[in-house]
């Protein structure tokens, strides 16, 4: 038998690396990370966190900190001569028992980072910064990598999640198709604005679709500005240059500039997730626009989902899973990268409705049914399939107040919803290794006990749609994963075996 040195080594220790790194932990793997720069990241670059994301922060167990640390997206103010037009760039969702956190949040990227980064310690893990990774050959048995410190390191999977420039994508071969525009450029800074509302995104229109903007930071003095550049520009990024040309611009003073940045909008995506043993997430797998708060999220959500799948694949389910991993995630970064390029070719036009953002950019309603996990045939209830996304809905039960509590942590979880179903719970087989599976009877009503769950509100019968007996598993990724109402154990053992650690 071969022996590895770790199972997984997590390249990138941005938002994508730590979050994939975070999930492994908690599945008792062991696991290296490591990020070629010197230290972590320092700018406010990604500030966006869509509502899903939240859910998985919440799950991680560092949403309560996400939001301590950011704040509510402000209103968009567009300066036109010495008028000042207020504009709603989002609409403002109020919270209800399905979707508790319906708006995007706004944290600086920095900020993302140190959270997860003091996830990582609180779980044992340092992150190995100035080391980069030189190259890594891989067989059957696992991948040996060799790190800019001379060290050789063998795992059993090896994932990149550093960024556009991926050494880990380009070393695997894997095709990175789409185009980078040269000479659509914005300069982003983070400063001190004098005398500038906190209370707007202020936005300067100029001609040719060429613009100056500046979002405040919560919880400090700063701003990001964005500045888009001409074609043929190289623009000076000392501070008094940049003063002198948000002074032109805006009349208005900069100072203390913390960090900067040129932005060009590369549209691409991978043509493969996976070749053999080694995997690409985030940026590393797909790159897009800045518009509609998209990159951060849909890389975290990338992670998000290899997680749990390597954890079981490790502990004995079938290389196959593996697969689905792009099979899910490939479609929904294609979709993304459409969005996001049609929303930042509209400001590239002046268009003030591609300022408008809606319920796709949340990313709520992904679902990955008619996927490998969650084929279009089968069963289903009145309102949910396989692979859409478990809704949350308040309950009773030991310990728990809604079944977001009773979801989180690193476990499949089976609802059984009426009488034959609950009955059948002890009788449903499940594998030894790999996650858990934590089950629960729901109960309309106050009663409940140590197994079951009170659907006191019946919002759990009605948000699942129930209307008889019903078996429901949950992914630990929080999708459903197999919705069964007949024939309930035979069904319940046919419709795991893709993903059970057997």
């Known amino acids: 038998m071969t022996e590895h040195d770790i199972d997984v080594l997590v390249v990138g220790a941005g938002p994508v690396g730590s979050t994939l790194a975070a999930d492994?932990?908690?599945?008792?793997?062991?696991?290296?990370?490591?990020?070629?720069?010197?230290?972590?990241?320092?700018?406010?670059?990604?500030?966006?966190?869509?509502?899903?994301?939240?859910?998985?922060?919440?799950?991680?167990?560092?949403?309560?900190?996400?939001?301590?640390?950011?704040?509510?997206?402000?209103?968009?103010?567009?300066?036109?001569?010495?008028?000042?037009?207020?504009?709603?760039?989002?609409?403002?969702?109020?919270?209800?028992?399905?979707?508790?956190?319906?708006?995007?949040?706004?944290?600086?990227?920095?900020?993302?980072?140190?959270?997860?980064?003091?996830?990582?310690?609180?779980?044992?893990?340092?992150?190995?910064?100035?080391?980069?990774l030189e190259g890594f050959e891989q067989d059957d048995d696992g991948v040996t990598a060799t790190l800019s410190s001379g060290e050789r390191i063998h795992s059993k999977y090896l994932v990149g999640a550093d960024g556009g420039s991926s050494a880990v994508r380009k070393a695997a071969g894997l095709r990175f198709a789409g185009e980078t525009d040269q000479s659509d450029r914005t300069l982003i800074v983070d400063a001190t604005i004098d005398g500038l509302s906190r209370k707007r995104w202020h936005v300067w229109p100029g001609t040719g679709g060429k613009f100056v903007g500046a979002c405040p930071l919560p919880h400090s003095d700063q701003?990001?500005?964005?500045?888009?550049?001409?074609?043929?520009?190289?623009?000076?990024?000392?501070?008094?240059?940049?003063?002198?040309?948000?002074?032109?611009?805006?009349?208005?003073?900069?100072?203390?500039?913390?960090?900067?940045?040129?932005?060009?909008?590369?549209?691409?995506?991978?043509?493969?997730?996976?070749?053999?043993?080694?995997?690409?997430?985030?940026?590393?797998?797909?790159?897009?626009?800045?518009?509609?708060?998209?990159?951060?999220?849909?890389?975290?959500?990338?992670?998000?989902?290899?997680?749990?799948?390597?954890?079981?694949?490790?502990?004995?389910?079938?290389?196959?899973?593996?697969?689905?991993?792009?099979?899910?995630?490939?479609?929904v970064a294609a979709r993304v990268l459409g969005k996001s390029t049609e929303l930042y070719a509209g400001l590239d036009e002046r268009r003030l409705a591609s300022l408008k953002r809606g319920d796709e950019e949340r990313q709520l309603g992904l679902s990955y049914h008619g996927g490998p996990l969650a084929p279009a045939v089968g069963a289903a209830t009145k309102t949910l399939r396989t692979g859409d996304r478990a809704p949350d809905a308040p309950c009773a039960g030991p310990g728990v107040e809604r079944l977001f509590d009773v979801y989180k942590g690193p476990q499949f979880t089976l609802l059984a919803f009426g009488p034959n179903a609950i009955d059948s719970l002890p009788d449903l087989s499940w594998p030894t290794g790999g996650a858990e599976i934590h089950r629960y009877a729901i109960h309309a009503g106050q009663g409940s006990d140590a197994d079951g769950l009170a659907d006191t509100t019946g919002l759990i019968a009605s948000s699942y749609g129930i209307t008889g007996d019903t078996l429901i598993l949950i992914r630990p990724d929080g999708y459903i994963a197999s919705i069964v109402t007949a024939d309930l154990i035979a069904a319940f053992d046919a419709g795991t075996e893709v993903f059970a650690a057997l």
């Open 223 to 331: 701003f990001q500005l964005m500045i888009k550049l001409r074609p043929d520009e190289t623009p000076e990024i000392d501070e008094t240059a940049l003063a002198a040309r948000f002074r032109s611009a805006t009349g208005l003073r900069l100072h203390d500039v913390t960090w900067t940045s040129v932005f060009r909008p590369n549209i691409r995506i991978v043509e493969h997730y996976r070749a053999g043993r080694v995997f690409v997430a985030g940026d590393a797998a797909h790159v897009h626009t800045p518009a509609g708060a998209q990159g951060l999220n849909t890389g975290v959500q990338d992670a998000y989902n290899l997680g749990w799948k390597l954890g079981q694949v490790i502990a004995g389910a079938p290389d196959s899973l593996l697969d689905s991993y792009e099979a899910e995630r490939q479609p």
């Open 24 to 132: 492994l932990l908690r599945r008792g793997l062991r696991v290296r990370l490591v990020d070629k720069a010197p230290h972590a990241f320092e700018g406010s670059r990604a500030k966006g966190v869509q509502p899903r994301t939240q859910e998985v922060f919440e799950d991680l167990g560092v949403l309560a900190e996400a939001h301590a640390e950011g704040g509510m997206y402000p209103l968009m103010g567009i300066h036109l001569g010495p008028v000042t037009v207020p504009w709603r760039m989002q609409r403002r969702h109020q919270p209800t028992p399905d979707v508790p956190y319906p708006n995007i949040l706004l944290l600086p990227q920095s900020r993302t980072d140190a959270i997860l980064h003091g996830l990582l310690d609180r779980l044992g893990l340092r992150i190995e910064f100035g080391v980069a």
